[in-house]
T-cell receptor, first 114, second 111 residues
Framework: GAVVSQHPSRVICKSGTSVKIECRSLDFQATTMFWYRQFPKQSLMLMATSNEGSKATYEQGVEKDKFLINHASLTLSTLTVTSAHPEDSSFYIC??????????FGDGTRLSIL | RKEVEQDPGPFNVPEGATVAFNCTYSNSASQSFFWYRQDCRKEPKLLMSVYSSGNEDGRFTAQLNRASQYISLLIRDSKLSDSATYLCVVNLGGGYNKLIFGAGTRLAVHP
């Protein structure tokens, strides 16, 4: 079945650091990738949608200058949390889909900012 | 009002019990519906799609009532391995494929 790999799975870093998370589709071409965030005991919240080769579409309330998304190829999207602060600590999950298929989720990145 | 609402639980049930989860959604234009399962600190995994005609997969039965904007999941003969959080998910469709997740209902099955 379709596989989406997310890396790293766990990040602990100091406040002010920028953190990059990678999302790769391993056996299909992901025309669209999605980035979600989940705080403890809350639902997954869509942050942004990115289509290969174009700018990401951000959900209301998500700062595009804070959460930089690059979807440069059909198999890779990256999310960079710039100048991360403790309130950015969360579980970040990507998903990917091809032209018509369902979303396939990566296994998530747990980000802890000290 | 949340777009997708679920009872957070937890539901604590013994093995072999039958348990039912409910979910309501607010956007009447929603086009497709799913139940996902999420284990602690893991990504969500698709459990099953939900149709108006009902959908059964082994011990799991999902049902959609479009008129009342209500979705249900029934689990029969609960197993210990069913312990997880069950997420009700709605797709607004229209080619955008935007998934809206409920906060989840936690199930704990005990011996």
């Amino acid at each position: 079945g379709a596989v989406v790999s997310q890396h790293p799975s766990r990040v602990i870093c100091k406040s002010g650091t920028s953190v990059k998370i990678e999302c790769r589709s391993l056996d299909f071409q992901a025309t669209t990738m999605f980035w979600y965030r989940q705080f403890p005991k809350q639902s997954l919240m869509l942050m942004a949608t990115s289509n290969e080769g174009s700018k990401a579409t951000y959900e209301q309330g998500v700062e595009k200058d804070k959460f930089l998304i690059n979807h440069a190829s059909l198999t890779l999207s990256t999310l960079t949390v710039t100048s991360a602060h403790p309130e950015d600590s969360s579980f970040y999950i990507c998903s990917a889909r091809d032209l018509r298929g369902p979303q396939h989720f990566g296994d998530g990145t747990r980000l802890s900012i000290l | 009002r949340k777009e997708v609402e679920q009872d957070p639980g937890p539901f604590n049930v013994p093995e072999g019990a039958t348990v039912a989860f409910n979910c309501t959604y607010s956007n009447s234009a929603s086009q497709s519906f799913f139940w996902y399962r999420q284990d602690c600190r893991k990504e969500p995994k698709l459990l099953m799609s939900v149709y108006s005609s009902g959908n059964e997969d082994g011990r799991f039965t999902a049902q959609l009532n479009r008129a009342s904007q209500y979705i249900s999941l029934l689990i029969r003969d609960s197993k210990l391995s069913d312990s997880a959080t069950y997420l009700c998910v709605v797709n607004l469709g229209g080619g955008y494929n935007k998934l809206i997740f409920g906060a989840g209902t936690r199930l704990a099955v005990h011996p």
